[in-house]
Structures are given as C-alpha cells and as structure tokens.
C-alpha cells in the first residue's frame, strides 16, 4: 500500500485507520461530503441507504458510510493488497472476498442503490464492456455508479482512450452521465444514473408496472420484494423477521455468555430471510 494514500498507520501497537484512499487525499469525510455537494439528489442514508464498494481497499468508504445510516458491502479480491478484507472485517465494516472477472457477482438483481469504484482497477470497458453490464444486473434502476479514476480527469493518451470507450459503452446501454467534476486535490469523480433514460438500444429491462421515483424505505422493501432464489410471501419474510428480533433479544443478548460488545462482525450461515 502506498504510504501517502493513508489507508492504515501502526501507532504504538495498534493498527489506525485514519480515512485514507486512493482518491480521498482529504479523506473519507471530505471525500463523501463532496459526492453529495456534487449531486445534491444523493442524500446519504436517505436516498441512498444500500451501496456496494468495488476494490474497496481497508474499506474506509463503507466504514464512513455506517455513521450516515448507509450500508455498504465492500469487495476486493485476494492480490498484493494484503488482507485488506481481513482489516475491514476486523473494523466492523462489512467486506467480502470478490472480483469482477468472468463470473457474475454473488448478489442479487436491483440489490443495490449506488456502486461505487475509486480507482478499483477494473477494466470496465474489457470484453465487450460485460463488467460494467454486471454492474447495471446488481444496480437497481435508477441507481448511481460512482467512478472515482483518473480517466475522469486526466488528459494523456492512456486515460482519454479509456474515457472516450466509457462514454460510449454506458451511452450503448442507456446510462446517462449526471455529474462531472474535480475536487480541491485535482481528482474527479463521475456519476452515472440508469433512470429515466429514454429506451433506446437498452438491454437493461426497467421493471414492470409503474416506475418509482425512489425505492421504498428499507424496511418496507424487506417485505415488498419477492426473494428471487425462494419462494416466500410478504406473511411468511414479516414473520421470520419477528421470529429473529424475539429469539435474539430474548435468547442471544440475554441468555449466551457472550460479550456483545467484542463482536462487530457475524456470518450467518443460514440466513433464510436475513431475519
Ligand atoms: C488502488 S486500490 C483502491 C482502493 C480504494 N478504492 C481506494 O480508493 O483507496 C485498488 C483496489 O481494487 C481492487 N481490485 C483490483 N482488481 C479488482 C477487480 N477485478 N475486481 C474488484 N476489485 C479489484 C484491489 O484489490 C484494491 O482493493
């Protein structure tokens, strides 16, 4: 990791995360703050409440995002970036090992509000541009992809041949470019949403029926989307849900010897409704 992007310092013996990243040279604060100064339609943990961090790092981004009402799940895979996932684990902040490659990702359809790629080293535009089309599969319409690198706003050979075949890949299916901008430190992001665009060629479907301004409140998308992979109704998602908040009330806070206050992070290993 490179010293001056800050993401970890040891002092004394423990780890500091101090909020660094390739793209936040002010930090995380500054750095989501200036999201939503650039687009002010992006009210974090209001209308944007589910975000998935692409080549997260140590995951500061999702991590800051937890104060603002926001859940991300954060990905990187296993390369040169040691244990990156170990550390954001290790921090609370929900991460997991994953890649854009050649298989689909392990989330659903429409799952999340906005992606986010500070310099995640993608290749979006490879292969036909099928990277990015996994991006439009777990983006829910309407969402926003954020594309925090240096394409944006550098202007050598390099990077202008990879804005100009961005540009045209996400105009080919339909996304339209909503902001553009350089912060303070000279890094640009750019933002592209995949709602109300007109259909053209697109081969992203909108849902059927009437089209939402915004998503429902979290809570109630918990029992108004029908789970794709099994089958349940809204009865049978509400009542897991009030099975779970009774037995872990009743039984795992107030009957296990454990320390709730040590643990940050649980796998459920049979999650069913995520109840
Ligand atoms: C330069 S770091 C940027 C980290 C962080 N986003 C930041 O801005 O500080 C690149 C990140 O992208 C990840 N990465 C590289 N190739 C990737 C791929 N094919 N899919 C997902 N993440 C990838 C790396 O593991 C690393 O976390």
Known sequence: MLKEQNWVKKEGEFLVFPGGGTQFKYGVTHYVEFIEKALPVIK??????VVLDVGC?????GGFLLDKDVITMS??????HEAQIQFALERGIPA????IGTQQLTFPTNAFDLI???RCRVHWDADGGKP???????????GFFIWSATPVYRDNDRDSKIWTAIVSLTKSICWKVVAKTVDSSGRGLEVNASWYAPLRQCISKLPSGGVQKWPELWHKQLVSVKPQSVSADTKTSKKDTEKWSEIVSDVYLERL???WYSVRNVMDMNTGFGG
């Open 75 to 80: 990905f990187a895979p296993k390369d040169e």
């Open 44 to 49: 974090w943990g209001k209308n944007i409440r």
């Open 57 to 61: 790092g140590v995951a500061s981004f």
């Open 116 to 118: 986010h790629c500070a």
């Open 257 to 259: 010897a454990v320390n």
């Open 132 to 142: 990015l089309l996994e991006l439009n599969r777990v983006l829910r319409p309407g």
């Open 96 to 99: 997991t090992l994953s890649v």
